[in-house]
């Protein structure tokens, strides 16, 4: 199982940027992929996840109506489409794996592989 998140960037308030996390074969068979992001200073929170068969999402509040998250199976790839940043989203951003229960998709502890992570500086 593999994942390599990658596409951050310096973008300045009110702008978007769009991540991606290419994934091995063996990871789109598991059950959802998700991303995280962490903060200087902050613990890793949750931001959003999909299901890998059938692309069921679930996002936290404090992104939701603003970033989206999709896959394209043909290349193994997720997507997360960032609108409307703000200077709060400045985090390395990670993406994950999970075999874990839906119950557990919004906890950091459900997923355990890992992508590097991949900056990303919103600037007022």
């Known amino acids: 199982v593999q994942l390599q998140a990658y596409g951050g960037g310096l973008v300045q308030a009110g702008g978007s940027l769009r991540l991606a996390c290419a994934a091995s074969t063996d990871t789109f068979s598991r059950r959802a992929i998700g991303w995280f992001r962490q903060a200087p200073g902050k613990e890793r929170e949750f931001v959003a996840t999909i299901r890998i068969s059938g692309g069921t999402t679930y996002y936290a509040d404090s992104v939701k109506d603003r970033f989206t998250i999709s896959k394209d199976a043909a290349k193994t790839t997720i997507y997360l489409q960032m609108n409307s940043l703000k200077p709060d989203d400045t985090a390395v951003y990670y993406c994950?794996?999970?075999?874990?229960?839906?119950?557990?998709?919004?906890?950091?502890?459900?997923?355990?592989?890992w992508g590097q992570g991949t900056q990303v500086t919103v600037s007022s």
């Open positions: 994950a794996s999970t075999n874990g229960p839906l119950s557990m998709w919004r906890d950091i502890t459900a997923y355990n592989y």
